[in-house]
């Protein structure tokens, strides 16, 4: 029943931009953190993005940050990743995840489908 749908990912050219959409249902949204995650061929899955419940608070990893934006729209159940200056080290599958710590011990965790994202030079 609950659904991460990626989308928004395909070519471009080294220097340009893209921006990825996850769209989530059967579950309540504002309950969950929300993250991208890629994985790149012969590599392991990396964290990418993550923000908040209700988006004050974002984290990126080195190789995003300054280049890469995480937010979220609650009404519409869906976060994004725009991705400018984009290089060929981002190509990858893209992953969007959302994470809801409901007690210290349990935790519920949903993955979308990916999206794959080429670069090209």
């Known amino acids: 029943q609950v659904q991460l749908v990626e989308s928004g990912g395909g070519l471009v050219q080294a220097g340009g931009s893209l921006r990825l959409s996850c769209a989530a249902s059967?579950?309540?949204?504002?309950?969950?953190?929300m993250g991208w995650f890629r994985q790149a061929p012969g590599k392991e899955r990396e964290f990418v993005a993550a923000i908040s419940r209700n988006g004050d608070s974002t984290q990126y990893a080195d190789s995003a940050r300054d280049r890469f934006t995480i937010s979220r729209d609650n009404a519409k159940n869906t976060v994004y990743l725009q991705m400018n200056s984009v290089k060929p080290e981002d190509t990858a599958v893209y992953y969007c995840?959302?994470?809801?710590?409901?007690?210290?011990?349990?935790?519920?965790?949903?993955w979308g489908q990916g999206t794959q994202v080429t670069v090209t030079s």
């Open positions: 059967g579950l309540a949204f504002t309950k969950y953190a």
């Open positions: 995840a959302a994470h809801w710590w409901v007690i210290v011990t349990q935790s519920l965790d949903y």
